[in-house]
């Protein structure tokens, strides 16, 4: 597509509840990154996918968050067993690192609010 | 560990007044510099970058930062703000050890008032 998809745009969720996120890249972008919104937090990097190469995870907060991105393209997030202080933003962008310095393109993000 | 400061959590303007965001990182050696903007409901979008040469770049819509290596800064600046550069900016930075691993400052909201 013609920029970065992300899906649903808002979820609500009760506490305990497992979450998935997805994420449709920019066709040819080898490259994903999710990050968390949180307010007056800015953007916190989640994890890192590039090609087939192992993600990197580094940012993930806890074990209740995973991801996979399947044939190198579609990416999902899921969380599970939500906290309340899992309510964010979660955003994905990607980017092609041959042409990196073009900066990533963002997605609009799933607004998670778990109640 | 890498850190992006951006000392103004929310900037009030006039329309007109001139435009100073702080952004401060924690890297030395070199780094790859980045100011996104968020409007209102829109999503994050690249305002301007810094690789290399010209400390002085200049971005869309009338924005300009500059980068001075001896203080770690990259302030975005504008001469003169409209309504419509109501947003939260975000300043970026590259690890020099990863291009793809970029980290965020908090954020800075602008509010123009007419």
């Known amino acids: 597509g013609a920029g970065v998809s992300q899906s649903p745009s808002n979820k609500v969720t009760e506490k305990g509840k497992d979450v998935e996120l997805r994420c449709d890249p920019i066709?040819?972008?080898?490259?994903l990154y999710w990050y968390r919104q949180s307010l007056g937090q800015g953007l916190e990097f989640l994890i890192y996918?590039?090609?087939?190469?192992?993600?990197?995870k580094s940012g993930l907060p806890s074990d209740r968050f995973s991801a996979e991105r399947t044939g190198g393209s579609v990416s999902t997030l899921t969380i599970q067993r939500t906290q309340q202080e899992d309510s964010a933003v979660y955003l994905c962008?990607?980017?092609?690192?041959?042409?990196?310095?073009?900066?990533?393109?963002f997605g609009s993000g799933t607004r998670l609010t778990v109640v | 560990a890498q850190s992006v400061s951006q000392h103004n959590h929310h900037v009030i303007l006039s329309e007109a007044a001139s435009l100073e965001l702080g952004c401060n990182y924690s890297?030395?050696?070199?780094?790859?510099l980045f100011w996104y903007v968020q409007y209102p409901g829109q999503h994050l979008q690249l305002l301007l970058k810094?690789?290399?040469?010209?400390?002085l770049v200049k971005g869309i819509k009338g924005f300009e930062a500059e980068f001075i290596k001896s203080k770690f800064s990259f302030n975005l600046r504008k001469p003169s703000v409209q309504w419509s550069d109501t947003a939260e900016y975000f300043c970026?930075?590259?690890?020099?050890?990863?291009?793809?691993?970029?980290?965020f400052g908090a954020g800075t909201r602008l509010t123009v008032k007419p």
């Open positions: 810094y690789f290399s040469g010209d400390p």
């Open positions: 962008a990607s980017s092609n690192p041959d042409r990196v310095n073009y900066g990533y393109t």
């Open positions: 066709s040819g972008h080898t490259a």
């Open positions: 890297y030395g050696g070199t780094v790859n």
């Open positions: 996918f590039q090609g087939n190469s192992a993600p990197d």
């Open positions: 970026a930075v590259t690890s020099p050890y990863n291009n793809n691993d970029m980290r």
